[in-house]
């Protein structure tokens, strides 16, 4: 399932930023909640890519029926089309 911990990491730490982030009205305050969070996920390190999927772009005006979705240039090109 998308957006869920199916790597199982847990760490209370992030737990307790996350939590106080969710709730946090200031705005400088929650941004150095979730700064705090970063930091202390990108030191455990809890998933590791060995691997990169190639993203392709399109620019041109004629193009028409681009993905719009979050998945970008990974969702089905089937619709994309230039237009004439």
């Known amino acids: 399932m998308i957006w869920s911990n199916t790597q199982?990491?847990?760490n209370p730490k992030v737990d307790e930023l996350l939590n106080a982030a969710a709730v946090e009205l200031d705005?400088?305050?929650r941004?150095?909640?979730?700064?705090?969070?970063q930091q202390v996920v990108a030191q455990d390190?809890?998933?590791?890519w060995i691997n990169a999927?190639?993203?392709h772009t399109a620019y041109n005006?004629?193009?028409v029926n681009p993905p719009k979705g979050i998945w970008g240039t990974m969702h089905p090109m089937d619709m994309v089309e230039i237009s004439e």
Do not use: N, R
């Open 8 to 10: 199982s990491y847990a």
């Open 27 to 29: 705005l400088d305050k």
């Open 31 to 37: 941004k150095a909640l979730y700064a705090e969070f």
């Open 45 to 48: 390190l809890p998933i590791y």
């Open 53 to 55: 999927t190639p993203y």
């Open 61 to 63: 005006s004629k193009l």
